[in-house]
C-alpha cells in the first residue's frame, strides 16, 4: 500500500509563503498523476492543485491561480506546493494524493495532512 507523509505547514500571517512537501512510498510516483487537497474546517476535503506525471502539465482551483504552484521530483517520489501570497481562507488542512485526471483521488490511505494557518 502506499504510504504518503505530507510535511511544511504552519502558522503565517496573510501574504506570506510556505512550501509544502509530499514523500511516498511504497508506489513509483512517476506513474501517477499527482494532487494537493486541503480541508477547511465543516467543509469537505477538495482538489487545489494537480500535476501530470511528467510534469507537462498543471491545473490549479480558481482559488488558489496565480498564487500556488505544484511540482513534483520523481527521483525523490515527492510532490511539493509553493503557496504565495497566502491568505486567511487558505487555512485548512493540506493533503496529497495521487489522482485520476482532474481529481479523483486513488491511494485509500490518506496521510495525516499538514496544517496550513494563515492569520490576517
Known amino acids: 500500500q502506499a504510504q504518503v507523509v505530507e510535511s511544511g505547514g504552519g502558522l503565517v500571517q496573510a501574504g506570506e509563503s510556505l512550501r509544502l512537501s509530499c514523500v511516498v512510498s511504497?508506489?513509483?510516483?512517476?506513474?501517477?498523476?499527482m494532487g494537493w487537497f486541503r480541508q477547511a474546517p465543516g467543509k469537505e476535503r477538495a482538489i487545489v492543485a494537480a500535476?501530470?506525471?511528467?510534469?507537462?502539465?498543471?491545473d490549479y482551483a480558481d482559488s488558489v491561480k496565480g498564487r500556488f504552484t505544484i511540482s513534483r521530483d520523481n527521483a525523490k517520489n515527492a510532490v511539493y506546493l509553493q503557496m504565495n501570497n497566502l491568505k486567511p481562507e487558505d487555512t485548512a488542512v493540506y493533503y496529497c494524493?495521487?489522482?485520476?485526471?482532474?481529481?479523483?483521488?486513488?491511494?485509500?490511505?490518506w496521510g495525516q495532512g499538514t496544517q496550513v494557518t494563515v492569520s490576517s
Open positions: 500535476i501530470t506525471g511528467s510534469g507537462d502539465r498543471t
Open positions: 511504497g508506489r513509483t510516483v512517476s506513474r501517477y498523476n
Open positions: 494524493n495521487a489522482i485520476l485526471w482532474p481529481d479523483t483521488p486513488i491511494f485509500n490511505n
